[in-house]
Every structure is written in structure tokens, then in C-alpha cells.
């Protein structure tokens, strides 16, 4: 009697388990943890990689040279972000509206207008890169002898055109293709490192290696892109006729621009703050931040290639008039990135010291602690990820441009206030405020307004 009346309750108990859970297991939940795996499985791939290169150019050139590469590496990259376009957040954006319309010639111009900003925005960051540098390097700590690094490097500048090819890849759903194709580039870099170390090549041999697996890394993921676009019908961007791109994609360019805003302010945090602690604190200061920031960065772009991720899937839902299905999904994602953050804060208490050690060696023992402090501040980047996506696909880049603004007004602030009184440290502390403000607002953010049909999507 006892066995019966317990059949009967669980009997009862399951349909519910079963509407409770299917709010959280939406339509797509399968092919989006497939898709997430192949991309973590790539990105940590590449990640180890990239570690291994890193240390080996760490250990071979020491604290004080490796933070000249850390600065002139920074430099770039910051000069690139501040001027390239992140078109492959619009072209999605827009591209989800088009597959409606099923004109594959429009498709074509939309993706030419974006690959024409892509081209335009690499020639001018490359050539900026090197005319700022030599008017104003000694205000980023570079010395004249440090202007041709960065002249070797913008080489890859040029090469990274990666609008295009990343949205026609995360709109076709190859996301193993995308998670793998830059693998061989990282194999380049740590075969290049290695030579570089055995054979003494200093600091220009090891800026001549990374310039070179970036470049081929860039050239890869261009050539995989456009075989997607060819997959899905979509005849070369680069035979399209140019006259007239602007009127065919009102808004495509000021939403390229919102979202070249906020990359430009997310730079601050990311790149510009290494530039601040060498400035600030000497190149070797420079060296032990950076190479706490990179080994976080494996936790980062989780949530940078998660979003990838999500990004079709929840513009499609929003577009479509889908709410329940797009609070889930987001809501769903944000959950298994706060368990990849904690995993990944527990593995590097455990583990740090002893990778520190091996890796780049004792002059670096300082990173640990930076380590930890920085992983903390990647939680919550990693909590704020799928709520970017979701105010995307909103058509609320200019929201979430001005969280960013106020997020990095406050970055600033506490950096400048921390960083010269208790060192790199500082520039990790101010990382952890910028963390819980863009979590915070970005969920108040997204939360509220899909508690609304939207009446047209389309429109913010």
C-alpha cells in the first residue's frame, strides 16, 4: 500500500518537476550546449596554447623586457579596438530581419557594407597605431627604439578583418568551426616562441612571432567565413556593388557606431589598464598584471564565446515576439556561466601557485594574488554576458552603451585612485566595482522590458 500511494505521488509530482524545469530547457537548449561545448573545448584549446607561448616568452625575456612587450602589445591592440568596428553585432542584428525576406542578393550588400567598414577600420588602425606612436609613445612609457614593435605588429592589424567572417560563422551555427579555426594560428605562436627562446631571439623574434600567428590566425578565420556564406547561398560580399549600402541598411552604421563605442569603452579596462599600471608603476609592474590578466582571460572568453552563442538564438526569439523562450534562454546561460566562474575560481586557488611556478617561473610570484583578485571581477563580466546579448537583440545598444560609459567612468576612477598607492593590485580592485555595476545594471536592464511584448522589435 505503501509502494502504491508513493507511485501515486511521484505519478503526480513528475508533470510538475516537468513545467517547472521546461521554463529554464527552451526549444534549442540541446544544439546550444553542443554548440558551447565545441566552443569551450576550442577555447581552452587555445588557451593552453596561448599560456604556453606566453610563459615561454615571460621566462625568456624576463619581468622587465616581457613588460616592454606587455606595453607595446597593449598599445596596439588598444589603437586597433578604439577604431574597429564590432560589425558583426550589427550585421546579426539585421541579418536575422533579412532571412525573412529570403533576398540573398540583399544579404550580400549587407554583408559588403559590413566587410567595407571591417577593411576600412584595420588600414586605419594600422597606420594610426604607428603615427601615434611616434608622436606620442613616451606618454605610454614606448621609447623610440620601441616605435619599430610596433610597426612589426600593426602587420597584423591590417589582417584582422573579422566582422564578416565571425557573424556569417555564428548565423550558420558552425560554431566548431569557429571555435577551432584559429587553433593553428596559436600552434604557429608556440612553435615560433619556442625557437625564439632556444635560440635567444629577444624581444623583436618574439614580437615577429606573435605578428605572425596572429596574421595567419586572422586569414583562417576570413577563408572559413566566407566558405559559410557560400554554404547559405550568399553570393561573395566582395562582388556586391557599393553604391547605395547606407540607404538599403538605414541604422546598420549607427549601430555599428554604439557598438564601436562600447568597444572602445571596454578597451579602457581591458588593454588601456596595462599601459596605466606600466606608466604608473614601471614596465615589470606591467608584466606580473598582464600575465594575471591573461591567465583570467581563459575564464573571459567563455563568457565572450558563450554570448557568440546565444546572441542568434535570443535576436531570433526577440524578433520574433518569443519572450518566455528569450528570458529563459538568457536566464538559462547565466546560470551555467556562474558555475564555469566558480569551477574556474576554485581550479586557480588550488592550482595557481604550482602553474605560476612552472610557467613563467618565481620572478612572477606576485600574479597569484592578482589572479584571484582578477577572477573575481571575471565572474561577473561572465554573469553580465548573456544580459549584453539580451539588450542587444532588444535593439538597445545605446543603453548598453551608456552602462558602459558610467561602468568605465568608475574603472577609471578607482583605478586612478588605487593604482598608485597599493600598485597593480589597484587596477584589479577597480575591475572587481566595474564587475558588480555592469552585472547589476544590465540585468535590471534586460529584466525589466522583457517582462513586455514588444509591440514592433525591430524598433528600440
Excluded at 75 to 89: A, D, T
Excluded at 397 to 402: E, F, G, P, R, Y
Amino acid at each position: 500500500m505503501a509502494y502504491e500511494i508513493k507511485g501515486v505521488l511521484i505519478a503526480r509530482a513528475l508533470p510538475m518537476l516537468r513545467s517547472r524545469f521546461g521554463r529554464f530547457l527552451v526549444k534549442g537548449t540541446r544544439g546550444r550546449l553542443i554548440a558551447v561545448g565545441h566552443l569551450l573545448s576550442g577555447n581552452f584549446l587555445n588557451a593552453l596554447i596561448m599560456l604556453v607561448s606566453v610563459a615561454m616568452a615571460a621566462r625568456s625575456l624576463g619581468p622587465a623586457t616581457y613588460g616592454v612587450m606587455v606595453l607595446v602589445l597593449s598599445y596596439n591592440r588598444v589603437v586597433e579596438r578604439i577604431l574597429r568596428f564590432e560589425s558583426w553585432q550589427p550585421l546579426i542584428r539585421f541579418a536575422v530581419e533579412e532571412e525573412a525576406k529570403g533576398s540573398p542578393r540583399r544579404l550580400q550588400r549587407l554583408y559588403c557594407y559590413g566587410l567595407m567598414l571591417d577593411i576600412g577600420a584595420a588600414a586605419l588602425a594600422a597606420v594610426s597605431a604607428i603615427g601615434l606612436a611616434l608622436l606620442f609613445g613616451p606618454l605610454f612609457g614606448l621609447k623610440p627604439l620601441h616605435v619599430e614593435l610596433v610597426a612589426i605588429y600593426s602587420v597584423a592589424t591590417l589582417f584582422n578583418i573579422a566582422g564578416v567572417p565571425t557573424a556569417a560563422l555564428r548565423l550558420s551555427g558552425q560554431f566548431k568551426m569557429l571555435a577551432y579555426a584559429q587553433v593553428a594560428g596559436n600552434v604557429l605562436r608556440i612553435l615560433l616562441a619556442f625557437i625564439c627562446m632556444v635560440t635567444g631571439a629577444g624581444l623583436i623574434g618574439f614580437m615577429v612571432a606573435w605578428t605572425a600567428s596572429q596574421a595567419l590566425g586572422s586569414i583562417l578565420v576570413f577563408w572559413v567565413g566566407f566558405r559559410a556564406l557560400r554554404q547559405m547561398g550568399i553570393p561573395n560580399p566582395l562582388h556586391a556593388r557599393l553604391k547605395g549600402l547606407m540607404g538599403d541598411f538605414p541604422g546598420f552604421f549607427g549601430f555599428a557606431c554604439s557598438t564601436n563605442l562600447s568597444l572602445t569603452l571596454r578597451v579602457i579596462t581591458t588593454e588601456a589598464d596595462s599601459l596605466f599600471v606600466g606608466a604608473v608603476a614601471g614596465s615589470s609592474a606591467a608584466a606580473v598584471y598582464y600575465l594575471a590578466k591573461r591567465i583570467a582571460k581563459v575564464a573571459t572568453q567563455i563568457g565572450a564565446q558563450v554570448q557568440a552563442v546565444v546572441y542568434p538564438d535570443v535576436a531570433r526569439m526577440w524578433a520574433n515576439g518569443n519572450i518566455r523562450n528569450f528570458r529563459a534562454a538568457t536566464l538559462q546561460v547565466q546560470v551555467a556561466l556562474a558555475a564555469v566562474g566558480v569551477a574556474m575560481l576554485a581550479g586557480a586557488w588550488a592550482f595557481g601557485p604550482l602553474l605560476i611556478r612552472v610557467g613563467p617561473g618565481v620572478a612572477y610570484s606576485q600574479t597569484y594574488i592578482l589572479l584571484m583578485t582578477q577572477l573575481v571581477a571575471v565572474m561577473l563580466m561572465l554573469h553580465a554576458a548573456p544580459s549584453r546579448s539580451a539588450m542587444l537583440a532588444m535593439n538597445q545598444s545605446w543603453k548598453v552603451l551608456a552602462i558602459s560609459g558610467f561602468g568605465t567612468a568608475l574603472f577609471v576612477a578607482v583605478a586612478a585612485y588605487a593604482v598608485p598607492r597599493y600598485g597593480a593590485i589597484g587596477g584589479n580592485i577597480a575591475h572587481v566595482i566595474l564587475g558588480v555595476v555592469t552585472a547589476v545594471l544590465l540585468d535590471v536592464c534586460w529584466l525589466r522590458r522583457a517582462r513586455v511584448r514588444p509591440v514592433a522589435a525591430s524598433v528600440g
